[in-house]
């Protein structure tokens, strides 16, 4: 009978600590562990490795950003790592993982520009075209929207759309680090009364901000940067983004209504952010490796706009009579 069922006291506990993990691994625990830390520890080595490649090789200008953003797939596995180790820090390395990503979404945006040649050369080159902002995550359902002159606002409106999300992140981050050690922030807890229900819908709400800037950038860009192999490497920051946000964010559903059992010494939901860890880290590391063949290469300064072919062209929008009348491109 359901009722005479008997529930294990560790399925209602905090995470396990660090020492109880490693006395309780079983010879498939200890194998599944060190590949996991062995994959971890080489995307980290590869990132470094990358890191003093970038340092040597690419210009200036476009160092920081190239660095950040190959940092996203090392960082997040080295994080989920510590947090498969140490399962009472997985708020802490997932708060980590959440604010570097932050950032790497800004600094996505200013590559593509830096890739074009910087502001200067991308509002010199833009000037007689438009952006069309009805793109993905916002408007995407919204195709008739008009298109936006390319000015120094408008790229300054794009910069701070993504530039918001890297600050106030950080700013909630540091906000529910302040508010649990208080006793009033809980991840699981998704009571009204709760800090965890108002801060996660507003974080939520500045990524989709964020992205859009992103989106539109890249929509203008995919054809003028297509020989610098720009649309696999946006794949590749949608794929991070993807995996680290939103599957994690299932992972972690499914444990909280109990769907993932309880396996002593995890509860459900440490058991479902040890899954989420796992995979992060086995994905991660194919990332790491895939992003690693993207970016290492020379930057050869792309040609000016009388010398671009057809393949190399901005985008240009429909004429104003067609938008006009409705027909949407």
Not at 48 to 74: D, F, L, M, T
Not at 179 to 201: S, V
Not at 228 to 244: D, G, N, R, T
Request: charged content about 15%; some cysteine; hydrophobic content about 50%.
């Amino acid at each position: 009978m359901d009722g005479n069922r008997t529930i294990d006291p560790s399925c209602r506990d905090r995470p396990p600590v660090a020492i109880d993990i490693i006395s309780q691994l079983d010879i498939f625990g200890i194998i599944l562990y060190s590949v996991l830390t062995f994959m971890a520890v080489v995307s980290m080595l590869v990132y470094i490795e990358e890191c003093w490649y970038i340092y040597r090789k690419v210009p200036s200008h476009k160092k920081s950003a190239i660095i950040w953003v190959n940092g996203a797939a090392p960082v997040i596995a080295t994080m989920s790592c510590l947090g498969m180790w140490i399962p009472r820090a997985t708020m802490f390395t997932d708060m980590t993982s959440a604010c570097y990503f932050a950032i790497v979404v800004f600094k996505f945006l200013v590559l593509m520009i830096e890739e074009v040649g910087g502001d200067e050369a991308f509002l010199r080159r833009a000037g007689k075209n438009k952006l069309r902002i009805s793109t993905g995550p916002c408007c995407c359902c919204c195709p008739c929207l008009p298109h936006v002159n390319i000015t120094r606002r408008s790229l300054f409106l794009l910069k701070l759309g993504s530039f918001q999300f890297a600050v106030l992140k950080i700013a909630f981050t540091i906000l529910s680090i302040i508010l649990w050690t208080n006793g009033n922030f809980d991840i699981a807890d998704m009571a009204i009364t709760g800090a965890a229900i108002w801060i996660n819908p507003g974080v939520g709400v500045l990524t989709i901000i964020a992205l859009w800037p992103v989106a539109i950038m890249f929509m203008h860009l995919r054809i003028t940067l297509r020989s610098l192999k720009i649309i696999p490497k946006y794949a590749m920051y949608q794929l991070v983004l993807v995996l680290s946000q939103l599957q994690s964010a299932i992972i972690n559903i499914l444990a909280m209504n109990g769907t993932i059992a309880c396996t002593p010494p995890y509860s459900s939901q440490a058991r479902g952010y040890l899954m989420s860890q796992q995979l992060l880290i086995l994905e991660m590391f194919i990332i790491t490796l895939v992003t690693r063949l993207l970016y290492r290469r020379q930057y050869d300064p792309l040609p000016d706009n009388e010398n671009d072919d057809e393949h190399t062209k901005m985008v240009i929008p429909a004429d104003k009579s067609d938008i006009a009348s409705g027909q949407c491109v």
